[in-house]
């Protein structure tokens, strides 16, 4: 499948889920079923989130969907604390990054830290994601993050590794400039080399490198204040 393509069916993929989102959440709350209606605004939330990977990459303007993922998540978050439903069963870092792109505020409360166990990439996700908001991460997130990175030495340990340099959390001899371009080859790695079993579409395996942009890497320069001249950069404040 081309690239063209691909784009093609990812798009109207999202654009269905989200489209159906808000019938599918109305009825499963007229059945009480609050925990698929809170499992269904986390799909919209991601899916609008994955349209505005495909529209900035694309040379469009992702805040609208990304506008989108946050009123889903904000429906999440109602359910979550009206029923009473635990929040470590929903993941949220992307939408997340979305949030801090955008200027958006929330308390970090949607992580799946039991997952983070046998899943070490969504842990160092929620690493870089606390790290943005200033906020420290608990103690056994902490210490998973640690355990990780010390029995593995692959992309996702490189990655981890070259946000973390750039946010100044770990030391370097290299400069900023250097720095980032250690990251955005971090980024095109993704295209041959696997960071996660079945992974998202937009940690950017094979052609899906070439759809989406490094967002962790776009929030991260945001947060330090750096415009680079990458397809990486976020360019709408």
């Known amino acids: 499948m081309s690239a063209a393509d691909q ?14 989102a808000p019938k ?6 007229q059945h009480d079923n609050y925990a698929w209606a809170a499992h269904n605004c986390r799909l919209a939330a991601e899916a609008y989130f994955d349209l505005g ?10 805040r609208n969907d990304f506008r989108g993922a946050i009123m ?4 999440l978050t109602g359910l979550v604390r009206k029923h009473r439903l635990a929040a470590g069963d929903f993941d949220m870092s992307p939408v997340y990054a979305a949030m801090f792109l955008m200027g958006a505020k929330a308390p ?5 830290e039991v997952s983070y166990e046998t899943q070490r990439w969504p842990c160092y996700e929620s690493r870089i994601v606390h790290a943005l908001f200033d906020k420290e ?21 490189r990655l981890l ?4 340099q750039l946010l100044g959390m770990r030391d370097s001899k290299a400069d900023l400039t250097e720095r980032v371009l250690r990251a955005k080859s971090a980024w095109a790695e993704r295209k041959r080399e696997e960071l996660v079993e079945r992974g998202p579409n937009w940690n950017g395996h ?11 890497l776009a929030a991260i320069l945001k947060k330090i204040g750096v415009k680079a001249q990458t397809v990486h950069t976020w360019n709408w404040d």
């Open 108 to 112: 970090l409360v949607f992580f799946n």
């Open 53 to 62: 990977l495909l529209h900035w990459r694309g040379g469009g303007d992702p």
């Open 24 to 29: 599918v959440v109305t009825e499963l709350l």
């Open 72 to 75: 889903h998540y904000d429906n």
């Open 161 to 164: 590794d070259a946000y973390l």
């Open 137 to 157: 991460p608990g103690a056994g997130m902490a210490k998973l993050v640690e355990s990780h990175a010390a029995r593995n030495d692959e992309l996702p340990e």
């Open 206 to 216: 094979g052609v899906m490198n070439d759809l989406y942009v490094d967002f962790y």
């Open 7 to 20: 784009y093609t069916r990812n798009e109207e993929a999202a654009k269905a889920m989200v489209a159906r």
